[in-house]
C-alpha cells in the first residue's frame, strides 16, 4: 500500500535525515530530546503547510511511526478494525482481541473540536474497554478524561510518550526487547 505524499511528512523526514544530532540521540534512545528538537527546529513552517490541528496531527503521527521505530516497539498504525479507523495500536490487533489489558490505543484525532474528539474516544472505548489504554495526542491542551499529550511549542507533553509506551510495553510484556529499560 503506497502512501500519498505529504509535505509535512516529506519535511520531517528531510530533516531527520539532514540532523546531525537525531542519529546520535536515536544510539542514546534520548527520544524526548528527539522530540523537542524536530518541535523546536519544524514546528513553526510545519504550521505554514496547512490547518493547525491537521498538520500537527501528521507531525505526531508521523513522528510516532519514526520513532517507534527506532525503539524498536512493535506497533501497527492506520489499522481499519470494526469499521473504525485505528491511528496506532501497540503492539497489535491480534493482542488487542485476545488480551486487552496489553494492547495500548494511540489516537491523533487532528481536531481541536471536543465534541469530535469525544466522538472518536466514544467509538475506541467499544473497542478497547480498558479506557485508560486510550492515550489522545492533541495540538492543544483540551479537558479530556484520557490521558493525553499536547504535541505543540510550550507545554510539549508529546516528548515523554515514547518513554511511556516504553513503560506500558515493559509492564504489559508486550515489548518482547525490553529495549527501554525504564
Known sequence: MEEEANPVKDYLFEHIKNSKTIPKLIVEKKFDQIIEEITKNCYD?????????????????????????NALITSQRKIEYDEN???????????????????????????????????????????????ENIWIVLSENIPLDKKTFILSKEN?????????????????????????RI
Open 45 to 69: 513552517k510545519i504550521l505554514t503547510m496547512g490547518e493547525k490541528d491537521e498538520v500537527v496531527g501528521v507531525l505526531a503521527t508521523g513522528l510516532l511511526h519514526y520513532l517507534l521505530t
Open 156 to 180: 510539549n507533553s508529546f516528548s515523554k510518550i515514547i518513554f511511556e509506551i516504553a513503560q506500558f510495553s515493559n509492564v504489559h510484556g508486550t515489548n518482547k526487547f525490553k529495549i527501554l
Open 85 to 131: 479507523q485505528l491511528d496506532i495500536v501497540i503492539p497489535d490487533i491480534k493482542t488487542l482481541e485476545k488480551d486487552s489489558k496489553k494492547t495500548l490505543l494511540v489516537c491523533i484525532p487532528k481536531s481541536s473540536d471536543k465534541k469530535i474528539i469525544e466522538g472518536k474516544i466514544i467509538q475506541l472505548e467499544k473497542i478497547q474497554p480498558n479506557k
